[in-house]
């Protein structure tokens, strides 16, 4: 589908080196400086601009790399993937804004969804048409699923739908929302869930913003008050669907964002360039302490590449991935969020004389500080990490039998 | 180990290696020297000359790797490090034999006449130094007055070595032994994390069959969380090593030191969790996490003590 709209994308058989070339030079040429964190000229950009940059990288071949040609994507593989993620992170581009619908509902969709949906809603989200929201948690059920409690009832060829939802992220932006529900009581536990693809426009849908500690609203309450949604919302029989996003969700624990790594290097390179561009905090990169942190998070950081390429590796060699996806969000989060500590404290000395660069970083990483409390809850928290590195990968037992 | 398949993989040699090595841990300083030559171990990475498999330094990445579990006290790294550096030479194939035994003198340098932080320096023949020019000298230790410091380790002490009127056996130019010192960066870090790896199976199997409160202690959530942080750790390293054998995208040496840095703060992580975590008997000389602490504190200040990391942050700030 790329190759006949865009003749410049490279045959993947040319091999990754050349990929890699296209890709460093597409997002080089194309990213506007007001949209790089690091350039002086930057300036927040707006959701439309966001949308355009990512539509862009899409029509460039540089979305959508391992989803079916047949569904808008390039039907490459994670090789590729890697390669372009690599470049992505190299750059200080803004984050995603529709990464639920790439990342998330996109291949859920792919796993569980009629070849129907496949077609409606797949190439929609590529092209940056539609933006989707996660209808998981709700005020009594974040990372523990079995008190869910937003309950969808059959009715006819429909099904009703009441709950309310939290931490809803780009609800009002959404045009669609994966909503988990259950079909039984809160006593069937894990039995029973269901998932919709629901319309955020379907009568009865009323979303309540959240401002974060960011200072950004970015993500929400959703209330259902007796929402109607089509049997054709419907993502999967009543638990098939649900199992099944369970699968897709341990891989993309492992392979989402897979550019965090390069781009938690670019970071540093930010930082430091911003001390070396003033001299009071040039000052600062002579102290021994401070060169031992950059130095350990310089270690952190080729460690996290290790894992990630380690994921893929296996991936490609056909090996299940299983929970290790946990080992890599884990690093990652406590990894970064340290590094914010650390990029906090050297830019408090910037002072309204500083270099234009210094002031501008220290913008970009107090708040991203602030950003970097949400690394460890999202996701699967630090604990639930943990768990699952206890349980999954380490097999450690919780009685004598 | 018999060569015979193109196709073996580094990760094949583990097996191998372990029965090598329990072997040798059954006999002297000099029988160890053999069972661990004859197992193709010594010159894993010399060249076929000199006797060796003339492998690349992945397959002897889990070679070392097994020593670290295994923890044997043997300069296995050293020597087969320095057979592989000194070529087609004499002195290669009788390291590779297991006839003589050459170890590494990790601070210092010959134009100091002064070197330390060596390994089993009084049961070696041979050891490396830095030669204060770039490259490097193998000088005969029985020319070399030796003092040991038995501060870390009084079983098993590092030396200083007075190196005034050593004998130099065989000199490495600049280049060999740049790429040396990247090997040795490579194998210390996997050695260092394989006594994590060990430490760490042997604390989880301690706390699944730890009773208290008719529990197993890994039952307990904080328990279960300090043992996944060290798996966590664990697995950066081991990450962070294996990367670090490929070339970069562009076909550049990656840097060493960053992953040596950090496997050598993890393996330390690792092994005092694991002490903490047997009680009051990890604190016993019985309990031998003890011995895989010290060697890894005995590296760590080989590389002086977080310097290694420091340097790493100053040359970062430098290509920024």
Known sequence: MHMEKNPAIPDAAAGPAVYRQYARQWLGAHLPAHMRADSVDYRTPTLDECRDWEASMYEAGLAGMTWPKAHGGLGLTLREHLVVNKEVGALAMPESVSSIGKELAGPIIQTVGTEEQKQLFLPRILSMRDYWCQGFSEPDAGSDLARLRTKAVPEGDSWRINGQKIWTSGAAKARYCLLLTRTGSVADKHRGLLMFAVPMDTPGIRVVPIKSIDGKVSFAEVFFDNVVVPDSARLGAPDEGWNAAIRVLSIERATNRMYRAWRFDCELRQLVAACKSDPQLSRLLDDGSYQRRIGDVVGEIDALKGLVEQTVNRMMAGDRIGARGSLTKLYWSECHQAFAGLALALVSHVNPRSSALAQRARKHFTTAYFYARAETIYAGTTEVQLDIIAQRIMNLPKDLT | ?320
């Open chain 2, 1 to 320: 180990m018999s060569i015979s398949d193109n196709d073996l993989q580094p990760e094949e040699f583990a097996q191998a290696a372990a029965e090598a090595i329990q072997d040798a841990q059954t006999r002297d300083f000099r029988g160890a020297a053999q069972v661990l030559a004859r197992a193709g171990l010594c010159g894993v990475c010399a060249l076929e000359d000199a006797g060796g498999l003339a492998l690349g330094i992945e397959f002897a990445l889990p070679i070392v790797a097994e020593a670290g579990k295994l923890r044997l006290h043997w300069p296995l790294l050293e020597n087969l490090l320095i057979a592989k550096a000194l070529g087609d030479s004499p002195l290669a194939t009788e390291l590779a034999s297991g006839e003589r035994v050459a170890t590494w003198a990790l601070q210092g340098s010959l134009q100091d006449a002064f070197a330390g932080h060596v390994r089993h320096a009084r049961d070696c023949d041979w050891v490396l130094v830095a030669d204060g020019r770039g490259g490097g000298a193998l000088l005969d230790l029985r020319t070399v007055e030796i003092q040991d410091d038995e501060a870390l380790d009084p079983e098993h002490p590092q030396s200083w070595l007075m190196l005034d009127g050593a004998k130099v056996l065989a000199e490495l130019d600049a280049a060999t032994f740049a790429a040396l010192q990247r090997d040795s960066h490579i194998l210390i870090a996997g050695f260092v994390n394989g006594a994590a790896e060990a430490a760490l199976a042997t604390t989880a199997g301690y706390m699944s069959t730890r009773v208290q409160f008719e529990r197993p202690l890994s039952a307990k959530q904080a328990v279960r969380h300090l043992l996944a942080r060290m798996r966590l750790l664990q697995e950066a390293s081991s990450a962070g090593i294996q990367r670090v054998l490929d070339t970069d995208e562009y076909g550049k040496l990656r840097d060493s030191r960053p992953v040596l840095a950090n496997a050598l703060g993890n393996a330390a992580f690792v092994l005092e969790k694991s002490i903490h975590l047997h009680g009051g008997m990890g604190f016993t000389w019985e309990v031998p996490l003890h011995y895989a602490l010290r060697e890894v504190r005995k590296f760590d200040a080989a590389f002086g003590a977080g310097a290694l990391a420091s340097q790493v942050g100053r040359d970062f700030i430098q290509t920024v």
